[in-house]
């Protein structure tokens, strides 16, 4: 136990004595709880215990030091270990909220989750995602590093750490992230595998075989190996110590642990998912000396920690300083990071949004979205695009941006680049911008790929959902208009399953005022994620649309004032208002009705609206039918009727399927007449908003 | 060009013409339908034209063969080379066929679906899918050939090639499908590499430095690499024979070509996704020797290709004589197999299903599901099950079952083995099912995770659904009902979401004889997958069940007779069901209400049930609430009022949550009343069913 290099520092009974305590409390912890996963933390406490020794964090002011080291638990089953140890530094996470583990409204609860405990970073537990958003983390350090620091002026210079399980190391999302962790060269991120061998399913040689580290070698990245994880405390810190010194490339290190150390079931399955039993509990506590009284923390356990938190401190006491002496030096740099800092946006920067007249020429909303980056992105040195390799195609990429790049690598660009290239790896790229919106000094990340792809991210895109992350996805070509790729690329469900999830903002813009609004919103709504749906087809510009009224995320664009008589109110969004307004012509001048046509491009921003109104843009008296082409599904909540596809599409050009599927001015014509016919008559016909329950989203 | 193995063949001057041809025919077709993808075929006609001048296929008897070899184009915008050489082989795809190459109703759509085209296997495009999906095939060839191959008998001996190319390498789906195939030495699969270094981002250098070959080392794969594959057909052919000579291990083959080779941008991204201009065509023409006249094929091209068929054509000759020799060795094992062959299900099968009584004991549904797997396996030869590393809570495994294992390897089991450890690699399951189940051979995958975490195959899913494959999921922890790990792990927007999806049946049984229904359905279903959400927690059996009533999608459980008056209707699913049933009798007792109680495991299935039926389920003249514990979107279709969670959940006892979320038998109560008492008096109520248009399934 003997450090091996000279940085690492030597390990005595009283570390001992602290790793044992974190493998009791964490023990203690899912026994009180009668749930949670005692058997990665036992494996892991050392690995914990000398990593949180080394990491600059400050528990007082927690995630307001953006300089801070950061921590990842991406197999975040093991959060009764990680929330021992912030418990340990001093975090407000007390004795009692240990013992409250995994119960209603406790700030511990079964996974980690970054919006309920302090010191914890992102949301973990679906496997993969951690390491992911680490990727991000070091994005972001990377890129403000690049960006801010000066010589003598190191702002950002932390490091990003995260733990992974076998469970992680299987998972796609990690490969992706790996291999562009690898391919950006993050030096500053280090990984540690916790390479216990068992998965759920017991042994991993039931299924996962692969040689990790060399993988990641094939990643570009220097690899590490501590054999005896549960015992070499000076070998652990040894490597990481080694992994700290590495230049130009993102370090792992393997560290072999027993899963259970210390149960009589360790080393098997048995000790991952369930607590230990009380004679198990009893000979563990006998084993390695633990008082019998649970959740006993020695003195001694508490003031290394201290030891550890007080280092902290001190680092965020000289980085403070440092910022001090950075504003007399660069005061326009200083004024522009405090301003990120304190999580606000530049004074007028909503000036810069493009505005549009009714007559000015039909464009794709992809081309409106790059059009409004184009717009933003000086006002906005915080907001980072990118492509999961669609670049040409989502029109995520504004004149002179520079490439986010390693210096020196065999790509043009520069760390202080804001443009990434993710490449096709959309659920890495999703995680990751978790990550850079987790990251702080309001980092805005927005990533693009088709509407449909976005579908590969589900898992990250609700965990920004849940995280309340402002991350953005210009998710284009997103109807079956975009034509010839065919079904394999036409969203159908994806609308009505983005709407489904909480937290969550889907826009759909019919033309540019709507696109700019869409961005407005999203921008504004510094805790919600927004999928901005984007054509790839021409969109002509509304007369009833701006950016005002399409804030509300629902309003009459067609068909008289609010309040007249109608016979039928058409609902839609994005491509197929322009259709409605045309049905409505037909049905105006052929049939005589009153038609008023309502664009309602983000149903949840439309839902949070004052129920006036709401309903006075659906009001009750004549039928709604609801006109998108996608799944109808949802839709019977704004509407009495709707019309859709709620079958795949198929390949061919663009209007060809508008006809296929009867998507016309005729054909909405046509469902509307029946639509009024069925309704006529009927006494005091209900907005479809009016209802017995009144439900509000959080 | 000479090919430098014994086994490889020698290349002349007529391969080359056969080259440039596929080449010509592809630019043509992307030239016609003035949209497509002719960079990538371009780089790929040689490796195309070796490889299928070595495949046994049989053009006319196509997918009927079960021992062909298998083709799978994972980077599948590249079709429109397979659709050349498919037709020069002889399929059912005319010089027509390709000249109608991405228009409607043609079957050249823009990406391969083997719904639509002969010779085509799976349906690709989604980046990445069709790599798992031959992982899978080669599972489904090497689990037949291990129980039904004897001495002399070699019926399943094929290979499975999967032709992939960057954007495929950087997905985590096919990642993880690696791994997993590294892991089972699937010996008899053979990945080609497309390695042309250009995305459509540009050079590959801009996001993706990993060393390819390094990484499939790592998961246990043989490698090859062909530096010149533009030109040097030997150098492919040998690298094949070598491929095909390798035991123990699969192969992946790295084959460097230059994307667009010919085209004046070859080597570019311009080439990628734009068909050629007229004067790039027309120097490729000239320098390749190719008539000016679009879509000329030579007759000594079709010829060579007429000779590869005849030796596939030949090849099942020679198996159908050994299977019929087979009969009469091995008449039981000809028997099964010719049963599966033919698309059915043993007689009676139907007979093993778990019938339940409604005195008898509250079970999981998870727990019920595993009754069905044990009741069914033996029948059911066909039913291969699995879990994402869940086995233990998914409940996937049945005792006596074998795990599919490579022979001689670190894990217990065999190639005989119907029990796949997938590890946490939940995408390529989804997209290895699919692969299974478009083997044939009537396979039928069965896999587990928590119902959350479909959401991580969502890309795979979707394709089940659009390719019409019997993939089963077993989707537990259906619900917040999971308790303590909290919101991470907890479905909202999950039944939303696949009931959006067009073709595919989302179960949720409320007790045992509905999840005997559901598998019921399923399996009959040959056409659709499904999945079926289920609990961790007990659920009494129903009063009203039965597999026949619950095979219908939606059925009255509680509550009087079909047609009696009724004050309310409470529609609900799984868990919820028996809450509905507790606060029917709280409303009858204390509020003297006549209350019926709909279950609606299916939506789908419901919906395809006769309309005379489907509205005396759901009647006029009493509003509808529906109540599940998951969000509301969507129901509206068949209520007016809906209780559900429209939040994400959280961490605490599943108790604790329900009564959080008020979904409780006093909470639907007063919601019911509310309901009630806000209808009262309404004229004419409809049924949320009647409808001014009626939309219908496909």
Known sequence: MVANTSKARHYDADDLVAVNTLRALSVDMSYAANSGHPGAPMGMAPLFHVLFSKMKLNPDTDKDWVNRDRFVLSNGHACALLYSVLHLLGYKITLDDLKAFRQLDSNTPGHPENTHTPGVEVTTGPLGQGFANAVGLAIAQAHLGATYNRAGFDLFNHKTFVVFGDGCAMEGVASEAASLAGHLRLENLIALYDDNHICIDGDTDSTFTEDVLKRFEAYGWHTEHVPDGDTNLGAIDAAIERALAVRGKPTVIKVTTTIGYGSSLQG???????????????????????????????????????????????????????????????????????????????????????????????????????????????????????????????????????????????????????????????????????????????????????????????????????????????????????????????????????????????WRPADGNECSAAYYVALKSSKTPSILALSRQGLPQLQGSSIEVASRGGYVCYGGQVGEQRDITLVSTGSEVATCIEAAAILEKSHQLKVSVVSMPCQEVFDAQPEEYRLSVLPAGAPVMSVEAASTRGWEKYSQEQFGIDEFGASAPCDALFKKFDITPSGVASRALETVFFYQGTQNLRSPLQKALQKTRP
């Open 268 to 506: 098997t399955a048995a000790c991952h998912g369930s607590p230990l039993k009380m004679d198990d509990l009893k000979q563990f506590r006998q084993k390695f000396g633990i008082p019998e009284e649970p959740f006993t923390v020695p003195s001694k356990v508490y003031k290394a920690y201290q030891e550890y938190a007080l280092r902290g401190k001190n680092a965020e006491s000289q980085w403070q300083e440092s910022f001090t002496a950075y504003e007399a030096k660069y005061p326009e740099l200083h004024q522009e990071l405090s301003r990120r800092l304190s999580g606000g946006l530049p004074q007028g920067w909503e000036d810069k949004l493009p505005v549009y007249k009714p007559g000015d020429s039909a464009i794709a909303s992809r081309d409106l979205s790059a059009k409004v980056l184009a717009a933003l992105q000086a006002s906005l040195p915080e907001m980072l695009s990118g492509s999961a390799d669609l670049t040409s195609s989502n029109k995520t990429i504004w004149k002179g941006a520079v490439d986010f790049q390693p210096p020196g690598h065999v790509a043009v660009g520069s760390y202080q680049g804001r443009y990434l290239r993710w490449g096709d790896e959309e659920h890495a790229m999703g995680a990751a911008m978790n990550g850079l919106a987790a990251y702080g000094a309001n980092l805005i990340p927005v990533g693009g790929t088709f509407l449909n792809f976005v579908a590969y991210a589900a898992g990250a895109v609700r965990l920004s959902a849940l995280s309340q992350l402002r991350v953005i996805w210009i998710a284009t070509h997103d109807s079956i208009a975009l034509g010839e790729d065919g079904p394999t690329h036409q969203p159908i469900e994806a609308l009505a399953h983005y709407r489904a999830m909480p937290n969550l903002h889907v």
